[in-house]
């Protein structure tokens, strides 16, 4: 397998752009997650998809941030609009079917967004 | 609320050394412990994933250990290389099912 699949790579934009991130999981894994890492705070755990259904978004910062989960193979993070501070490295994750609690979350490559 | 702490934030040494990375945890009610290891401009491996049932978990010159009642956990690299040279990050997943991330230890081992 290929592993997870993120797009682009790299992204800068200027403040007040649509930022949309992609990625593809691994395939026949169940979970799916968004991170974001900043020098300032880390990693930090944005939302999570469970069979393509948001469990928890509680980590998502603002209403400008949203994702979704079509089907089993694809999601996307969106910003609208993004601003300077949104600039990170966002990863996406992928585990098995058996659960947040036990299973390895495998990590894509990220993609780097800097908001100018 | 979780937080995870690491010590050291950097470390130095030359081939051939053993090391020991710390990582701590104030809630000592968690499911897992993970520990990862991020190269620069990549996203993160997973090296290790202690069950909270566990005390340790090995993989090659690799050797987590777990103390939950006392909130640590120790990464064992043996015979450390310079294709050790990364960020190692510990994580763990309490009630929250959320995986919460330690500040990291950047490891950088010279020939």
């Known amino acids: 397998d290929a592993g997870v699949i993120q797009s682009p790579r790299h992204e800068v934009t200027e403040m007040g752009q649509e930022v949309t991130l992609r990625c593809k999981p691994i395939s026949g894994h169940d979970y799916l997650f968004w991170y974001r890492q900043t020098m300032m705070r880390g990693l930090e755990l944005l939302i999570y998809f469970n069979n393509n259904v948001p469990i928890d978004d509680s980590g998502m910062p603002e209403d400008r941030f949203s994702a979704k989960m079509p089907n089993a193979s694809f999601s996307t993070l969106k910003i609208q609009p993004s601003e300077p501070r949104d600039s990170a490295v966002y990863f996406c994750?992928?585990?098995?079917?058996?659960?947040?609690?036990?299973?390895?979350?495998?990590f894509g490559p990220g993609t780097r967004l800097t908001v100018l | 609320k979780q937080e995870v702490t690491q010590i050291p934030a950097a470390l130095s040494v030359p081939e051939g050394e053993n090391l020991v990375l710390n990582c701590s945890f104030t809630d000592s009610a968690i499911y897992n412990l993970q520990w990862f290891r991020q190269d620069p401009g990549k996203g993160l491996t997973s090296l290790l994933l202690i069950q909270s049932s566990q005390r340790e978990q090995t993989s090659g010159r690799l050797n987590a250990s777990l103390d939950k009642s006392s909130g640590r956990s120790t990464l064992y690299i043996a015979a450390s290389q310079p294709g050790d040279s990364a960020t190692y990050l510990c994580?763990?997943?309490?009630?929250?099912?959320?995986?919460?991330f330690g500040t990291g230890t950047r490891l950088q081992v010279f020939p």
């Open positions: 994750a992928s585990s098995l079917g058996g659960g947040v609690l036990t299973d390895t979350q495998y």
């Open positions: 994580a763990v997943i309490g009630y929250t099912d959320k995986l919460i």
